[in-house]
Structures are given as C-alpha cells and as structure tokens.
C-alpha cells in the first residue's frame, strides 16, 4: 500500500500577492499581519507621495521626516526574552541606537510637506516601528541584526499593536482568514487528436480543413498540421463530454464526406486533458504518479505505433491556467462514456490532492475497487474503464461512436498509385518519398512506381528532374501500368534535400498526369 499526502496548489502564493516584495524569511510574517494589512514590502525607497494605505514597509529607506505625535511601550513574554535559542534576541533589541539602525533616513526633497505625524511602538525605550494613520501602514525597522528576529518580535508584539490602535480586518487583506481554506475546484479541459479519414483512408489534416484559425479554433489541426484536434470549452467532465459531442457534430456537418479515426499508425494521436486552477502550476512527482497509476498506466496500450516518443508516463506540461496530463493518448475519447470517465478520473485525483486530502492505494495494478475508492468512480463505471482498456479495439468511425450520421460515401473515379523498391533502398528514405504521393490519385487503375538504384554514379535520376542530374536519355521508362524510375545509390541510402524530394515527386506526378491527358 502506498500513501500520499495532497498539496494545495495555491501553497507558492502563500508569499502574498503582487504588491508584496519580500527578503528571504519576510514571508513569515505573513501569518502575523495579513489580515490587517494588503502587502508587506521590504527594502523600499519612501516618499511622501509613494506611501501605500495598509502596508507594512520593512527596512526601508525613509525620504521625509517623520514626527512622533505618540509613544507606546511593548512588552515580550519572558518565555521569548529567556528562550534558550534566541540567546542574544534581548541584546540586539537593547541597541541605543536602534531607531538609527532600524530605519534609514534620506534627506528630505520637499520641506513643506515632507513631515509624516506617527504613532512610535518603542521596546526598551528605543523605537522599533512606526504606524502612520494617514496612511494605515506600519514602517519597521530590523529589530536587531538577525532578519528573522523582525517576525519573530512582530509575532510576539502583534496582538498590543492590535488593542492599542483598534485594527480592523481589511477586504484587500493579504489573507482573509488563515484558518479557513477555500475548498479547491478544477476545470477540465482537453484537446484530443484524431486521424481524418475519407473512404478509410488516412489523410493529412490541413488538406482537406479549412477554417478561420486552424492552430486555436474549436475545430482544427495540431502543430504539425496533421491530425484533426478538437478544442471543446472547459468545465466538468459531464459538460466537456457535451461540447466534444456538439464539436464532432460540427465537423460531421461541414465534412460530410470525412470522418474521425483513434487508429493512430500513420499519425501519432495524444488525448491531452487539462487542468484548470487558475494560474499556472507544475504538478509535483506524487501528483504525476498518481495521475500516471490511474490513467496513464491504464490507458497508454491504447496508443497507434505512430506515436512512438510521444508514448510515456509522466508527460506533463505546466499551462497559464494549471496544467495539461500529456500521457494519455487520442483514444481515451473513442466514445462519449470513456471520454467522460477519463476526466472524471483526472478531475476528482486532482480535487482530493490540491485539498491535501490522504490518498491510499494499492500501488500495483489498480482494480475497480481503487478506482471507486480513489477516483469517485462507480463500479460500473470502473468496470467499463477497465474493460475498455484490456479489450481495446481502435475505433475506426469516431461519428459512429459518438453516434452521428454516417460520413457521405461517393464512388471513387481516381485510385492511388502503389509505390514499390527494390532492396537497399533506406526505410526512412522511402517513407519520405511516400509522403510526396500521399493523397495523389490518377483515373487509371493499378498503377506502380517502381524505384530502382543506380550505381556508378551519384546524384543522379533517369527523369529530368531540377536538382539531380540526368542519367540516360531522360524519356519516362512504363509499361504495363508501371513507371520506372531509378536513382543513385548515395541517395537511395543516405537522402535528398526537402528540395530534391518535392522536385522528384512533382516530376513524376506530371508525367503520370500527361498520360491521363494522352
């Protein structure tokens, strides 16, 4: 059994908000004093005209005269005064010239209005800090050598302070009520990718899409331009799950001649989910690993063989409004009920650990009873979940699993030509040569380009092609629905340029389209 402590998301804003500035235990004194006041800054240079209402301002340097209109004596508990592990804490608060030492003085630009009434705590008869009423805010000095003494003096002094001026909670506080924790609430979000098919063919994405912004639209293409990724609203799963579905009713709609496949051998398909908390936050090793334990682990299998890097635990990727689970791939969202579940998952781990709920579990392989005890889910929920995962078959109509009209099936006039190599040729090599006819058709049935290797020769091509040179008398070798076309050995093997594979693959593209035309 494995037991994991959550952590709140919002822990790295303990250290105040935008208007707080801080040295290196400042932040200490946020439990001290921020319900009473908005910021607490350190190191500022003051003029009249920059002081901020209800602020406390630390070792700052002070450019106007300040005028003591009341003094008031503090007093600290003998167990501080005593405490063995401040031993020298009552000598540095002894300095005579403490106010000197605390608060640094600047010449004042403007005399007339330079003058700042105070009301001055004092220990030992030495001023420590000042309250400007004007202003609501508090100057401090270093109350000894030892930073840390200035929260630890404030601490100790901080409910005097409180009586003696009548301090009220403010709105803008820097923590409203440090006892109370607002219960933590994720948004969901996600963006999977799906292959676009016509016919049951695989088909590159930006080809055949048109819309007004591909790359941030609610229906478009990834990075690379090759798979269809959907962008719904985020919410709740139930709510997620509807705006895929009305997404996917869209596309069905404006392509009717397409659809939606999770196959992902041709293009690597991921199913990222987000996480929304409201600002940008980088999940921490437990986190991953239970997002990886539930999901990941379970679902990974389901990735096509073209995802290959993209195919690992732990993916993630910080995002301004939380973070997205990179991990899962393309196919959790084959069907409205695994779309749902998956986020389910993801919503209710997050939820429990950013409200530093105790997770136990079962760190091997997970069975329905963690995932209901764990994931919210239930039984049969987890069933499904688990079912579906052990038994999954790709999906190879995503309108008919997300039970939409058939996509429009007209009969082909044009069919594909078939690409073949004799031996030598590099895999890699042959892959980018296919890409140049990846969606080419021709009106003739059966037609076969045979790649050949040259030797004895390099850079060299039998068709007239710009970038190669030319290798026998240049007229295009067919019969028998094949075209020839042979190239040098160095290119066979180790490549061409972008350049050089476009030219090719246009070349022979015109050839084979006279022949039509003929």
């Not at 539930?294 to 939380?322: D, W």
């Not at 060299?460 to 030319?470: I, K, N, Q, R, S």
């Amino acid at each position: 059994m494995k037991s994991v402590k959550g952590k709140s998301p919002c822990r790295e804003n303990i250290r105040g908000n935008n208007d707080c500035v801080f040295f290196e235990q400042s932040d200490g004194m946020i439990p001290v004093v921020g319900e009473h006041m908005h910021a607490i800054r350190c190191y500022d240079s003051l003029s009249i005209g920059s002081i901020n209402n209800n602020t406390m301002y630390v070792k700052p340097t002070v450019g106007f005269k300040i005028r003591t209109v009341r003094k008031v004596s503090l007093t600290l508990p003998d167990s501080v005064i005593n405490d063995p592990e401040y031993t020298q804490f009552p000598e540095h608060l002894g300095i005579p010239t403490i106010e000197l030492y605390n608060i640094r003085y600047t010449e004042p630009r403007d005399r007339d209005t330079s003058e700042v009434e105070a009301i001055a705590f004092t220990y030992n008869d030495n001023v420590a800090m000042y309250y400007l009423p004007m202003f609501n805010s508090f100057v401090c000095g270093n109350i000894g050598w030892h930073e840390h003494y200035i929260t630890l003096f404030l601490k100790n002094v901080w409910p005097q302070i409180i009586q003696e001026l009548n301090l009220q909670k403010i709105d803008n506080a820097i923590i409203q009520d440090i006892t109370k924790k607002k219960k933590v609430e994720v948004l969901i979000g996600c963006d999977p990718e799906f292959e676009l098919t016509r016919n049951n063919r695989v088909l590159k994405a930006d080809r055949h899409i048109s819309v007004e912004d591909m790359y941030h639209g609610p229906i478009g293409v990834d990075g690379a331009a090759s798979q269809i990724e959907i962008r719904p609203k985020p919410g709740t799963p139930a709510q997620v799950t509807r705006n895929i579905k009305k997404l996917i009713k869209t596309f069905s709609s404006d392509y009717e001649e397409f659809d939606l496949s999770t196959v992902g051998n041709k293009y690597p398909l991921g199913g990222h989910i987000h996480v929304g908390i409201g600002n940008e936050y980088s999940p921490d090793s437990d986190l991953v690993s239970l997002l990886d334990h539930f999901v990941g682990s379970a679902t990974i299998e389901m990735s096509g063989t073209a995802r290959s890097e993209y195919k690992r635990l732990g993916k993630c990727r910080s995002q301004p409004h939380g973070f997205e689970y990179r991990t899962p791939p393309g196919s959790v969202f084959m069907n409205p009920g695994m779309a749902y579940i998956t986020m389910k998952i993801v919503k209710n781990i997050c939820e429990r650990y950013f409200n530093e709920k105790e997770i136990v579990y079962d760190d091997s392989a997970p069975i329905v009873q963690d995932y209901v005890n764990v994931c919210g889910l239930t039984e049969k929920q987890a069933k499904y979940f688990l079912n579906t995962c052990k038994n999954y078959t790709p999906t190879r109509s995503i309108r008919a699993s997300w039970k939409m009209p058939p996509a429009v099936k007209k009969a082909s006039t044009t069919y594909p030509v078939e690409l073949k190599f004799t031996d030598g040729w590099s895999d890699y090599i042959q892959c980018m040569i296919a890409n140049e006819f990846e969606e080419f058709e021709t009106w003739a049935k059966d037609i076969t380009i045979y790649f050949y290797i040259l030797d004895g020769m390099d850079n060299a091509c039998t068709l007239p092609v710009e970038g190669f040179d030319l290798y026998g008398n240049g007229m295009p070798m067919i019969g028998n629905g094949i075209l020839e076309v042979g190239v040098s050995r160095n290119i066979a093997e180790y490549g061409m340029t972008t350049r050089q594979y476009r030219n090719l693959g246009t070349a022979i593209r015109n050839i084979l389209t006279s022949l039509e035309a003929a």
